[in-house]
């Protein structure tokens, strides 16, 4: 079994910064690709941003050039530096980690509310 906790979740105006952490504990590696997903109201859940054990980083569109995806590989921690925020960037943010078949594990998740 995997565990994923976020924290870091809360409000900020447009335009601010917000920092998302996650840690992993349990069944995991190094070797497992982590990312974050953000689900907004109405919405389906999307994909935001992932990085590997080697530090490949891939972004959705509508975050690139504002977010920033880290990793502790050492830790288990993985990191969203949310810049420039914007009101659509409200949502439930989660933590995800692929397991060895494709499975997917997820946190709780964190709310992160921006205002205009």
């Known amino acids: 079994q995997v565990q994923l906790v976020e924290s870091g979740g809360g409000s900020v105006q447009a335009g601010g910064f917000l920092k998302l952490s996650c840690t992993a504990s349990?069944?995991?590696?190094?070797?497992?690709?982590m990312g974050w997903y953000r689900q907004a109201p109405g919405k389906s859940r999307e994909f935001v941003a992932s990085?590997?054990?080697?530090?490949?980083?891939q972004y959705a569109d509508s975050v690139k050039d504002r977010f920033g995806i880290s990793r502790d590989v050492n830790k288990n921690w993985i990191y969203l530096h949310m810049n420039k925020t914007k009101p659509e960037d409200t949502a439930v943010y989660y933590c995800?980690?692929?397991?060895?078949?494709?499975?997917?594990?997820w946190g709780q998740g964190a709310q992160v509310t921006v205002s205009s």
């Open positions: 995800n980690a692929k397991g060895a078949f494709g499975n997917d594990y």
């Open positions: 990085i590997t054990s080697d530090g490949i980083m």
């Open positions: 349990g069944r995991i590696s190094r070797r497992n690709l």
